[in-house]
């Protein structure tokens, strides 16, 4: 290539989707290859169990706060710092229940995964229902659509060029549209290059690997 073409490749973010607690998945709407819009349903667990669990620390934090109660009406305000102290103890016993409670209910409304970014998805670990499934397995990968980028290398005699943003011409093989964009981010590479990203300013079309140039 000319000193001002750069070959490259579309590149975008991958977001990693994990259900936040273990569970059986009961329910799975999207599959490899699917579109997903942001906020979309993509799959839920098994929400009977982590209901119970609901219900249970809800049934202790009525337990614990009764207990508080009838400490309050029995000994009143403190009138020595044993007393002090048991009613302390007794007020931290209510706040954790209080926690216990707000965390159940926080798993249960976890138990529905659902899309961030419109995208589509890359990779959904062969998850069928009726499977248990446990935070670090089974991850759902997911194409942001919207974050698509061209990339390339460049070496060190070429960084001057890029010591500032630029405006670039991109030309993807096999399709007749010319995409522009500008660079933002020059960083080192493994293999002892330099990585150009280009930003570009329009993104339909594309697909996570075409190839082709770049050019100014």
């Known amino acids: 290539m000319g000193g001002n073409e750069f070959i490259g490749i ?7 989707l994990r259900f936040s607690s273990s569970g059986k998945l009961i329910n799975l709407l999207k599959r490899r290859g699917d579109l997903v819009k942001k906020s979309e349903l993509i799959a839920s667990l098994d929400r009977k169990l982590l209901q119970m ?3 249970k620390q809800l049934g202790d934090f009525e337990k614990v706060r009764a207990e508080f109660e009838i400490f309050n009406l029995q000994k009143g305000e403190p009138a020595d710092d044993i007393t002090k102290y048991l009613k302390t103890a007794k007020q931290a016993e209510l706040n954790n229940s209080v926690k216990e ?6 798993k249960l409304d976890q138990a529905d995964l659902f899309s961030p970014v419109d ?9 069928v ?3 248990y499934i446990t935070p670090s397995s089974n991850p759902i990968m997911i194409i942001d659509t919207s974050s698509y980028f061209f990339t390339f290398q460049i070496e060190q005699m ?3 060029k890029f010591s500032s943003p630029k405006a670039m011409t991109v030309d993807l093989d096999g399709l007749s549209k010319k995409y522009s964009g500008t660079t933002k ?18 993104v339909s079309g594309l697909l996570l690997g075409l190839k082709g140039k770049a050019i100014f």
Do not use: M
Not at 10 to 16: D, M, N, Y
Not at 119 to 127: A, E, K, P, Y
Not at 185 to 202: P, Q, R
């Open 101 to 106: 409670v707000e965390l159940a209910k926080a």
């Open 10 to 16: 579309v590149e975008a973010r991958i977001v990693e």
């Open 158 to 160: 070429d960084l001057e």
């Open 185 to 202: 981010l020059v960083y080192s590479s493994e293999n002892g290059k330099l990585n150009v990203e280009v930003k570009l300013d329009d």
């Open 53 to 55: 669990e609901l219900d």
């Open 129 to 131: 229902s009726g499977i």
């Open 119 to 127: 995208g589509i998805i890359i990779d959904d670990s062969n998850l």
